[in-house]
Each structure stands twice: as C-alpha cells, then as structure tokens.
C-alpha cells in the first residue's frame, strides 16, 4: 500500500460498520496490510476524498452486505463487487469542490456528535457516582436523619437471617463474622448498617452446563429458558427476554433458578448483573444469589454493579478474563436496615429513571446526527450541494484520460535486461558420463 491508497474492510463486521480509510503519512511512502483490505488506488484523476466519501454511504455498504460470500463471523465483500460498481464521476474541479463543502458540513456535524459523546461518558460517570452513593448510604443521608430511628438495626436483621440458615451455611456467615473481627480495613458505613458475606444471608452457587460439547443440538429447543452471559449484559440489571431454550435434555444437566435469582457474570464479561424475572437455566460462567427472604436483591444487584471495577481487577491478565465464587463469597458487602434498603431503591429508581431519560435523547439524537450525514452524502452523490461550473473540463475527458491511462497500466511490459544482440550458437559441448546411444536414421 502507498500514501494516497484507500483500504476497505470487506471482512463483517469492519464493513457494516463502514471502516475505510485514507492513508498518508507512510513511512517511506509505502506499508504492508492485512489481506482483508480492499486496496483502491485512484491516480491522478480522480480525487481520493472524494472516493472516500462515496464509500462511506450506507445505501453501498448494504449493496455490500447482500453481496458478502463465506461463512457465519467470516462473510467478505469480493473485491468485484466494488470492481463493477458505478460511481458518478463529476469533473475534478467539481469533485473537489464537493469534497470541500462535505468537509464543512461535516466538521460542524462531528463537532455536535461529540458534545453528545461527551455527555454520553458524562452519564455514564453520574451512573456509577450513584450506585457507589446508594450502597455507601450517601443517597438516604437525609432519610436517616428523619426516619432512621425506627429502623432496626442491621446486626439484628443478619442475626435472623443466619438463624434461619442451617449447617454448613450458618458456619460459613460465623467465619465470615471472625474476619470482620479480625481488623479487616472496610470503609466507614452508616451507624445502624453492618458488613456480610453473600454466603451469609443467601445461596451463592455457579449455573450449571455439565455436558460436553455445551452447543450439542439435543440440548436446545425446549419449555426452559436458558439465560447466556450476552443477555445479562443487556438486561439493564432486569433480565426480561431470553433467546435460547433448554430442552428436556438440556435441563436434566443444568438446573432451573427461580425468579427473582440475582445473576451475576464471571467470564469474559465480569461482574454483568440481573435479576431473573422468570425461571431459568444458565450456564457456569454465570453465579446465581438467591438472598433471604427478608432482603431486597436489588439492593445486592447495584451493590455488585458498583464493584464491577474492583472485580475485573482481581481476574487475572489472561485471554478471556474470569473470576471465580471464592472471589465473590469472600466480597464484603454493606447491609443496611431492610427499611433503608427499601428507601435506597426507591430513591435510586427515581434518579435512574431521569438518566434513562436522558440516555434515550442522547441516542436519539446521535442516530438522527447520522441520518443527517447519510442524508448529505446522497444530495452530494446526486449533484445537488455544490452549484456546477460550465467553465470545468467535462468529466467526458476526464474519464477518456482514465480510461487511456488505464489501457496504458494494462499492457504487458517485458521486464529485465534488453535482450543481447544475436550471436552464432557455439558447438554444444561434450556432456561427461557414459555416451550417448546412437540411432540409425
């Protein structure tokens, strides 16, 4: 490739996404690429912004898209298809000037599509800013200072909660009360709240997918919903939709959790939450809580959404990141009075809503900004932004130059040293070894 060369991805999703590109600034003027560029290189003839431009319209990038051979995940654009592609071809004085005007419109454009990005990042930093208030019980401050006398306090509701355990869990909230004794450094709660363990105050255990291979066809198509990694990540903390069913198979190696089960994500995307509306399967890259009875699981489904970064950092640098259950039952987590809870999700709820709100009219907005580009790019491709001069070379002459220059780059040429003058072939020589066999004419 060479300063001035346009590279199209033809690959999915790199196309869709339209990812194309002007090079230029090349160290020696040239580089090497990946095979799953298109390389286009346009001469002197036609401006390269202005291929550019045309390129990116969405309306070419579907042609495209119906166009695409391979397989699933590796589906390609083939380079004749953009061989065989008709492009309007305006004088160059005109290609210019539409490029110019493009250039303008859209740095005004990209200038409002940032300010939205920016406020895009900004709530999503006002999310997390409210999730780390509501369970430091910064949100309910004032809540507590007119009702919080009531309350009972949490040490009294976790000893209920561990009475009502049996065995082996009852021991396990005993050890987690020692480490807390211990002089464990936690942060400063409030007063009437307390520290636990998920394993005190409900069943923490990972899904279960025990037969190999996990895609075998008898497992899927039946009555259970089987909830993946992918849908607790878009959830929103509320899982609500499901794409994939166990069969009767698929269920007898797994096992059904019931609504209300806070699912947590340990692989590839750590600490992705939600709360099952409905019974379900998942696999063992997904841990379910089941809390008490007493408690409010949405409480320890922001708790957990709060700590997401805290949590990919305890996953080793590997490929695919994970997490184990150690690692969330050791998680010491705040616990505030169930009358607090309560006043916490309310109050978080409220201020969500309002966000969400707001998240809708950033995206709405963003996809409006590129409606508008598309809508440029197809008035420029017309001939309709730019006024045309009758004093530009017809794009007749132009595409005549091409078309000559493009005969000219087609013939062949002999490469190599001119060819020697002709000289008398001299007398064979003798070859060494056995002689050669003489045949009577």
């Known amino acids: 490739m060479r300063d001035g060369d346009l590279v199209f991805a033809k690959i999915t999703p790199c196309m869709e996404n339209g990812k194309i590109a002007r090079l230029h600034g090349l160290r020696n003027g040239f580089a090497f690429g990946s095979t799953e560029f298109i390389v286009i290189r346009t001469g002197d003839s036609l401006d390269g912004n202005y291929l550019a431009q045309f390129l990116l319209r969405r309306s070419l990038r579907r042609e ?7 397989t699933a995940g590796q589906l390609r654009v083939p380079v004749g298809f953009l061989k065989a592609y008709r492009l309007p071809l305006p004088p160059m004085s005109e290609q210019r000037r539409i490029v110019a005007k493009l250039e303008e419109l859209f740095s005004e454009l990209d200038a409002g599509v940032a300010a939205l990005r920016r406020a895009q990042r900004r709530l999503t930093r006002y999310r997390q800013a409210l999730l780390h208030a509501a369970v430091t019980g910064e949100l309910t401050r004032e809540w507590r200072g007119q009702l919080a006398q ?12 561990l009475a009502d355990r049996e065995g082996l869990k009852i021991r396990v909230g005993r050890q987690a009360q020692a480490n807390r004794d211990a002089g464990l450094e936690l942060p400063t709660i409030p007063a009437k709240w307390t520290w636990c363990r998920l394993p005190e105050i409900g069943e923490l255990a990972r899904g279960k997918s025990r037969h190999r291979p996990r895609d075998a066809k008898h497992l899927y198509g039946g009555p259970y919903p089987f909830i993946q990694t992918g849908e607790i990540r878009k959830s929103l903390g509320s899982i609500r939709q499901f794409e994939q069913t166990y069969s009767e198979a698929g269920f007898a190696q797994s096992r059904l959790w019931p609504r209300g089960t806070l699912c947590i994500t340990i692989a590839a995307n750590i600490a992705e939450t939600g709360v099952l509306q409905f019974e379900a399967c998942f696999p063992d890259s997904v841990v379910g809580f089941i809390p008490h009875s007493s408690l409010e699981v949405r409480f320890f489904e922001a708790f957990i959404r709060s700590e997401k970064e805290r949590l990919e950092s305890y996953a080793p640098a590997t490929a695919q990141k994970n997490i184990n259950l150690e690692t969330l039952s050791s998680l010491a987590v705040p616990l505030p009075p169930i009358e607090e809870q309560q006043a916490i999700l309310a109050e978080l709820d409220r201020r969500l809503s309002a966000a969400d709100a707001l998240a809708a009219t950033l995206h709405t907005s963003l996809r409006r900004a590129e409606r508008l580009r598309q809508s440029i790019l197809e008035r420029a491709f017309r001939g309709e932004l730019v006024p045309q001069d009758p004093n530009d070379e017809p794009a007749e002459a132009l595409l005549a130059r091409m078309r000559a220059a493009a005969t ?4 062949p040429r002999r490469r190599g040293r001119p060819p ?8 064979p020589r003798r070859r060494r070894g056995r002689p050669r066999k003489q045949v009577k004419a």
């Open 408 to 411: 000219d780059v087609s013939t």
């Open 150 to 161: 009531a309350a009972e306090h949490a040490e009294e509701l976790l000893s209920k909660v």
């Open 420 to 427: 020697k003058a002709a000289t008398p072939t001299p007398h």
């Open 64 to 70: 495209a898209q119906e166009k695409m051979t391979g």
